[in-house]
């Protein structure tokens, strides 16, 4: 069997919290069914940046939130067994600082009762992703995805979530397709700056055409692989747009921070669309 | 409510996000106070609560509530206080009465209520002191003697103590400059404060140096001390991590956590002011 590719309305990661801030505006169903991608989880707890660590700019966020989370031990012990029993469709986002740490990480999770699949995060803007396994090449994150793929098994889904650039998108999804993931989400925050200079990653509806343009050209030039786009749905305007460019999922995001039923409103709209295990 | 697996679908009385409506506006001093309609908002508050409020384009704005009315003649009614300081700020101090603004809330941890009559003494300073006066109302109830400090740099970013005489039994207004009740800062008199007023609990909200001497106070007293943070939270709701709070856990072990979700109401004893 084939993994099933989720969707179409995902949680994108980091903005989900841990799952249990989006129940109240999860609509009547709660967490059931929903497709939710956790914030990344690392090996060690990391604590995240210093503060602050969101801005506003037009159309959008900068953010250099570094990816805190309470590592994998803490992660399997309390907030997994959470989002499974509340009915979530849990993938895990991972992000390890070198290849041996995303095969850990996946080989415990696919240990763990209810992981769903994993989303491997390989294209974090840098201060976003600071003090991870540095991904420039497309064979640097094919070699990840590998490394992931051998160790979760074949039936469940691993997609490999990119930088929305476009000169090297088409390459980077291309390699992590053969290199075994089941779709790549396109794309990750555009690398971005604070108004005093720091480095972040550039989210919202700001980056939306970028991202848009990276599903179409993955679309255009690799037909087969399932692509899932991210970066500025917040309505069904902006999601179908995305489908339209042949996205077969949508993750939401930002629009989250602004307006936490986003989730639940879009998956009454958009009815799931008809997958076969191809 | 939950199902037969035990999954929980929705809580009972957590957080709504809805439109809502203004439906009176004041300008006292340099603050804007709004009175909103918000469904299901008020009757699910407690204090040290606060509300987010989305503007067009933007994070949502976090919100102290002033006051909660179970009943008026628009129903139940929230008092939120606006400093224009920003583009955001700006732009709800200027909605009028009849706009439509789409509120989440009651959002974060609320303050610790004692479970017996104790002496309790509430700490505020400028804007951000709007929590403590729903608080003294409840501590009334609860049958504490409740003493009010209310502080501010001036008259013009000093919340009026007037109605909280009803349920204080002192209130005190400190300004800095001396252009309405006495003269000087919070931390000159915290510790006499504390010792006059015999508190078993400080409760405080405003700046983080008033927190923190608060909470230095309250210490030294041997009386416990929850304080409301103010911090930057660009969702309110605890899903984007974008306001990291340093404390200390139960298990005397450093973290970092979210102001608005695990706060903004914390035991003072737990933060790490040097850190934030």
């Given at each position: 069997m084939i993994a099933r590719v989720p969707g179409p309305v995902m949680v994108a990661a980091g903005c989900g919290g841990t799952g249990r801030e989006l129940v109240p505006y999860a609509g009547p169903g709660g967490l059931e069914g929903l497709d939710f991608v956790t914030r990344s989880i690392t090996l060690d707890p990391r604590p995240g940046g210093a503060g602050p660590r969101l801005v506003e700019v037009p159309g959008g966020l900068v953010n250099a939130v570094g990816l805190p989370n309470p590592g994998l031990e803490h992660f399997l012990a309390t907030e997994l067994p959470w989002l499974v029993r509340a009915g979530a469709q849990v993938f895990v986002s991972i992000a390890g600082s070198t290849m041996g740490e995303y095969a850990d990480l996946a080989r415990r999770l696919s240990r763990a009762p209810g992981v769903a699949g994993l989303e491997v995060n390989v294209g974090a803007p840098d201060e976003v992703g600071a003090r991870l396994f540095e991904v420039r090449e497309p064979y640097h994150s094919a070699s990840v995805i590998a490394a992931v793929r051998r160790e979760f098994p074949a039936d469940r889904p691993v997609l490999a979530k990119l930088r929305s650039d476009v000169s090297r998108i088409v390459e980077g999804a291309r390699s992590c397709h053969e290199a075994g993931a089941t779709a790549v989400v396109v794309g990750n925050a555009v690398p971005a700056a604070f108004p005093d200079g720091r480095s972040g990653g550039l989210s919202g509806p700001a980056v939306a055409p970028i991202a848009l343009r990276c599903v179409a050209e993955v679309h255009r030039a690799l037909p087969d692989v399932p692509v899932v786009g991210c970066g500025g749905v917040h309505d069904v305007a902006s999601a179908r747009a995305y489908l339209s460019a042949g996205a077969v999922a949508v993750q939401v995001g930002t629009a989250l921070l602004h307006d936490p039923t986003t989730v639940a409103r879009l998956r009454t709209t958009l009815a799931p669309l008809p997958q076969e295990d191809a | 409510m939950i199902d037969a697996r035990g999954a929980v679908h929705g809580p009972v009385h957590g957080p709504v996000h809805v439109v809502g409506e203004v439906v009176a506006t004041k300008r006292i001093g340099g603050y804007r106070h709004l009175t909103l309609t918000a469904p299901g908002v008020p009757e699910a508050f407690r204090p040290g609560n606060f509300v987010a409020v989305s503007v067009a384009g933007h994070v949502a704005r976090p919100l102290w509530v002033h006051r909660v009315r179970a009943s008026s003649a628009f129903g139940p009614t929230l008092d939120v206080v606006v400093e224009a300081r920003g583009e955001g700020t700006t732009w709800l101090a200027a909605q009028p009465v009849g706009a439509k603004v789409p509120v989440t809330g009651p959002l974060g941890r609320a303050f610790a209520l004692p479970k017996e009559a104790v002496s309790c003494l509430l700490v505020g300073e400028g804007y951000a002191a709007a929590p403590l006066f729903p608080l003294a109302e409840r501590l009334r109830e609860r049958g504490c003697a409740v003493s009010l400090v209310v502080s501010a740099p001036d008259e013009s970013r000093l919340l009026s103590a007037l109605e909280a005489r009803r349920s204080a039994r002192s209130v005190t207004v400190l300004t800095a400059d001396g252009s309405v009740g006495q003269r000087g800062t919070v931390t000159e008199h915290l510790d006499d404060l504390v010792r006059r007023s015999e508190a078993d609990v400080v409760y405080a909200a405003g700046p983080h140096g008033v927190l923190r001497a608060a909470a230095a106070a309250a210490e030294r007293a041997g009386a416990w001390s929850q304080v409301a943070v103010e911090t930057?939270?660009?969702?309110?709701?605890?899903?984007?991590?974008?306001c990291p709070l340093p404390v200390v856990g139960e298990d005397g072990v450093d973290r970092v956590v979210r102001a608005c979700a695990e706060g903004p109401v914390v035991r003072g004893d737990r933060v790490r002011w040097d850190a934030l």
């Open positions: - | 930057d939270t660009p969702c309110g709701t605890g899903l984007c991590h974008g």
